[in-house]
């Protein structure tokens, strides 16, 4: 019954805190209730026994992307943001396409079925402590995926710094 | 184990739920208690200390040797008008103090003061202080651009790029600490120090601590680190259009802040609530002084190391914090972290 509750109180919370943040006239508000998003998110991996994700959720996306959001949207003018209408003229078709997208979801949820058993039952973690399981499975298991997917990211974070650089006179 | 902790084992460790809910709160409350009491305190002597260093007396006036000072301080600021600009955003004004103490003070949570005495025992409890370490950012961005002031604004503009970047240099730092432990808990890691004979992973990991401390006067906003609140060029940074009682909040949570990040120096590199055990070794009645007397004092060592280095250093400027934080320290800590795996391999 009370993980069931937890669950509970968490979609709803996290639905309801989505829609707030999509309807805040003040971006930089919008941002704080994000926050409390993330809070949540966090809250329901500590749910799943996934410490570590809990605390990286944390870490990674509220205390770097989020911030950095919050960097930038401080920067603009927010009584020109707060002036502005809040849908733009094309509302319809994007309520069309949500519309479709849920209802696709809903019907999608009715023909899920368990998957298979992996070897990391709930017990297996608990015993291991979750950072370890996940640090196994990363860097043993799939330590090629991982180090591809470092790559990746690695080129986005030069190309970020190209595109933001701005040439300079020869010497300067 | 000594007669003060014979006394609170049962205690520690009763059988019902409400028994442990129960020890849960007296624990926090004893935490709290005891952190603000320091923090009234660290004020009084940071005036004291820093004032013997400039050669005058510091606070004389209010009680033996200006003793009661804090206490005059608080009733004061308790009793001052809680002024809010007109221009202000009012909800994320009021908010921004208290998101700023609650990050330094939920950090307390998981903190072992001494053996078996920790509020939560989690695994991943060093990443729990770095997560709570990075929200101290929000109470300050929020403060600058709530204020509605280009003052606050520079300093919350600067604070949380300060604090992103030199968080970076935090968390590398730490990583050293947990090669070595193999563990993300601080009891654990605790323990894992006294494993070896100098009982302190700040020899082999000298280099992590001056990063971490390093970076611990950044996040904290301490001088030579203190752009966010500069008196000479913004006034006060991102508290300038806060009074009384909210004003007093962020001075509290900076001094919690610097209580958190002494805490986080001594369970990582000063071996925690333990001495070396070459020290029991040779001087064997050491083994019975209870382990908070020896936290207590590598934590007032470090935060006395904060107020020496504030009247020592002065400010750096802007573009030179920057470049302190990404240039060297971030590189000297994956320095740091390739030669300690290293090690621990060949081992």
Known sequence: MLPILFFLYHAVVIIALSVVIITRRNPVHSVLWMLVLFFHIASLYLFLNAEFLAAVQIILYAGAILVLFLFVIMMLNIKHELNADICIGEWPIGVAIGLSVMTLVILGIGKFSHGPMGQASIEAVKAETHTKALGRVLYMDYLFPFEIASIILLIAIVGAIVLAKKEKASGG | ?347
């Open chain 2, 1 to 347: 184990m000594n007669i003060i902790e014979t006394m609170i084992y049962p205690i520690l460790y009763p059988d019902t739920i409400i028994g442990v809910v129960a020890v849960i709160l007296v624990k926090i409350a004893l935490v709290l208690g005891v952190t603000m009491l320091h923090v009234a305190y660290a004020t009084y002597f940071e005036r004291k200390v820093i004032g013997h260093m400039q050669v005058r007396m510091g606070p004389m006036r209010v009680g033996y040797h200006g003793l009661l000072q804090p206490i005059a301080d608080g009733i004061k600021l308790f009793f001052k008008e809680d002024l809010i600009p007109a221009a202000a955003d009012r909800t994320v004004f009021q908010l921004a103090p208290i998101v700023m103490l609650f990050a330094a003070m939920s950090s307390l949570a998981v903190i072992p003061f001494f053996d078996g005495f920790i509020i939560a025992d989690i695994n991943v409890g060093l990443l729990y202080l770095l997560a709570m370490s990075s929200l101290g950012a929000y109470g300050l961005v929020m403060a600058g651009w709530a204020s509605n002031s280009k003052y606050s604004f520079l300093g919350g503009l600067r604070s949380s790029s300060q604090i992103i970047s030199y968080e970076i240099a935090v968390g590398l730092s730490l990583v050293g600490v947990m090669i070595m432990s193999s563990s993300l808990n601080p009891k654990e890691i605790v323990l894992a120090q006294q494993q070896h004979w100098y009982g302190m992973y700040l020899f082999p990991q000298f280099l992590g601590y001056f990063i971490f401390m390093v970076g611990a006067f950044a996040e904290t906003n301490r001088t030579p680190f203190d752009l966010p609140e500069a008196e000479t060029e913004l006034v006060a940074g991102y508290f300038v259009e806060y009074s009384g009682m909210r004003f007093s909040l962020f001075f509290v949570a900076e001094y919690v802040g610097m209580i958190v990040m002494s805490a986080i120096a001594v369970t990582c590199f000063w071996g925690g609530w333990s001495i070396p055990p070459i020290f029991i070794k040779v001087i064997p009645p050491l083994a019975a002084v209870p382990g908070i007397i020896w936290f207590v004092l590598k934590i007032y060592i470090h935060v006395f190391l904060f107020y020496w280095v504030r009247a020592t250093l002065p400010r750096y400027r802007y573009d030179h914090l920057m470049a302190l934080g990404w240039k060297v320290l971030i590189p000297l800590a994956l320095l740091n972290i390739v030669v300690t795996a290293i090690i621990k391999f060949m081992n």
